[in-house]
Nanobody, 123 residues
């Protein structure tokens, strides 16, 4: 099991910043690829970012490139999503995901999902 717990969501004005955290269990964190997806009301879950096992390889959805940065701290068993220059269209529930086997943009690749944290960006 790779239980995941997200935190850091909230309400922010357009142009502001938030940092999401994803805490994972110690035994498997360092062996897991970690990712972030988001789901806006009435829409499907979309890929946001992923960071692979070593932390040296990352992927980003085009609309967040240059604004969002994902990172991981294996000593703290925590992954992060730093979100800057937030826009109203970034409003969604953000999910942390993990996989022991794959690191890519496909939601089907990730065996473990957190409960999600709400991010709301006002205009």
């Amino acid at each position: 099991q790779v239980p995941l717990v997200e935190s850091g969501g909230g309400l922010v004005r357009a142009g502001g910043s938030l940092r999401l955290s994803c805490a994972a269990s110690e035994r498997t964190f360092s062996r897991s690829a970690l990712g972030w997806f988001r789901q806006a009301p009435g829409k499907e879950r979309d890929f946001v970012a992923a960071i692979c096992w070593s932390g040296s390889t990352t992927y980003y959805e085009d609309s967040v490139k240059g604004r969002f940065t994902t990172s991981r701290d294996n000593a703290k068993n925590t992954a992060y999503l730093q979100m800057n220059s937030l826009k109203p269209e970034d409003t969604a529930v953000y999910y942390c995901v993990a996989s022991l086997f794959r690191c890519d943009r496909d939601p089907k690749s990730y065996e473990y999902w957190g409960q999600g944290t709400q991010v709301t960006v006002s205009s």
